[in-house]
Nanobody, 114 residues
Framework: VQFVESGGGLVQPGGSLRLSCAAS????????MSWYRQAPGKEREWVAL????????GYRDSVKGRFTISRDNAKNTVYLQMNSLNPEDTAVYYC????????WGQGTQVTVSS
């Protein structure tokens, strides 16, 4: 099982980024997928999830209305569109299965700063 996250970077407050996560080594289309993040000095936290078919999503309260999770089962890829970013969103972002989590990828750094 492998996850390769990409799309992070430095963005000003109010800006947007789209993260991608390419998954391999398992039957991607049968798993609920999630994004997680870990800010400096803090525990890793769950951010969003999407059902195996992509028809149901869920978000932590602090990102509701700003982040959108989506997936492309043909490409074994899950995405996170992040809008109206603020400095509290600064973290390394990871994807993984929502249950039966596998080893973590390297993540992608998101830094929100002016």
């Amino acid at each position: 099982v492998q996850f390769v996250e990409s799309g992070g970077g430095l963005v000003q407050p109010g800006g947007s980024l789209r993260l991608s996560c390419a998954a391999s080594g398992f039957s991607f289309s049968t798993y609920i997928m999630s994004w997680y993040r870990q800010a400096p000095g803090k525990e890793r936290e769950w951010v969003a999830l999407i059902s195996s078919g992509g028809d149901s999503t869920g978000y932590r309260d602090s990102v509701k209305g700003r982040f959108t999770i989506s997936r492309d089962n043909a490409k074994n890829t899950v995405y996170l569109q992040m809008n109206s970013l603020n400095p509290e969103d600064t973290a390394v972002y990871y994807c993984n299965r929502y249950t039966d989590r596998a080893s973590w990828g390297q993540g992608t750094q998101v830094t929100v700063s002016s």
